[in-house]
């Protein structure tokens, strides 16, 4: 014990000088409860403890005064003894208690791939096979693959030893986010800059475990026009999508919805009804940090969700590069013939748009 206090003080101390040179200012404290593990099974667990309540308001106060909080891995029992406790355990309960946005976990070299991972059949990864996201559902799947093989790993190298660890991770993050924290993120933080990398490039750094329910679709209002062309901007310079304007949006802007996360707005598309039978789904464009985690067909099947309570009865889009997207959607290849004559006019033999439908 009096090594593990001196270390868990020693990092704690490294963190506060790291605050301090940012000229913040960082409080250690003696904020978590815990109790000793005890003997299971025969095993006494010594000075292990677990965590048995967190003072949240009293951290609550440290966080309002705008103090930032470090805990160590030590909790303190009833009678002042102290004992050791898991520091993702106590970041994982953290996080729920104190109704975090975010939970990051940073470890050392772990990345959840497919060269050591089964990966179930639909999880998002990336060219070089880095699992991006996890939804809550699919979690269980992937515990359940690799479970068995994992648990008999030896802990002779640090490689078993950081699959291990990711695995624990995957837990306490499904447990987490069970619990109401929106996001939790394994990140590698050998990587220099992870946590920026993570919430600012096209892919992320490490791993994110989300709710189902991730994100909110909601309709446009003319507020949101501005950050609705920037989304669409990139794919506009790109030539994916058709350039529109500030006055184009607005005189349609019932027709569009949007996809908002953590306040801002990440995705859009529109439904325009051209007859009792014909509707166009258009503009379908995700900010690309969000891209592969299911933003896109969301929003198309709540567009197609519309246009069924309209009675609708086909649903088209028109697309030069996404064809084969819209396909995976249930969309099948029509003629621009058999197009509105409004949209037909509309067509240009330039662009050469590909007419895609789909019936309701
Ligand atoms: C196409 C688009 C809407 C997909 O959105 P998304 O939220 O990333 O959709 P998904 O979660 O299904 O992930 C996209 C998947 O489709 C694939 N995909 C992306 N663009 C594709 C295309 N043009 N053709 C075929 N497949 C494509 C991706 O590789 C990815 O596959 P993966 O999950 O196996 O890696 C988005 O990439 C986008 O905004 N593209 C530019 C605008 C556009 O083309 N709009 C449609 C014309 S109206």
Redesign the pocket.
Known sequence: MPLIKMAAFDVSNQIMTSFAAEKNTAVIGNWVRARGRGIQNGIDFGTAGEIDKIQVDAVSTVLENGFIPIFPCIGWSIAGKPYNISSTQLAAALSVKLKADKLFFLTQNTSITNKDFDIPPNT??SQEGNVLALNVGEIPEFLHLNEERISHLDNASDHNKTLKQSMSLLRLGLTACRAGVPRVHILNGSNNGTIPCELFSNFGSGTMIYEDNYGGIRNMTIEDIPDVLNVMRP?VDEG??LPRTEVDLSEQYNDYIIYELDGGIK?CAALHVYNERQAE??????D?R????????KLVHYLIEKAQNLNISEVF???T??????E?LGFAPVAIESLPEERQKKWKPERGSKALALKL
Request: net charge positive.
């Open positions: 998002k990864i794919f994916i999508l995705a789904i258009a503009a379908v464009a995700v690309k969000c891209s592969h985690i299911g933003v896109g067909p889009v028109l697309t590069r996404t064809a084969d997207w819209f995976q």
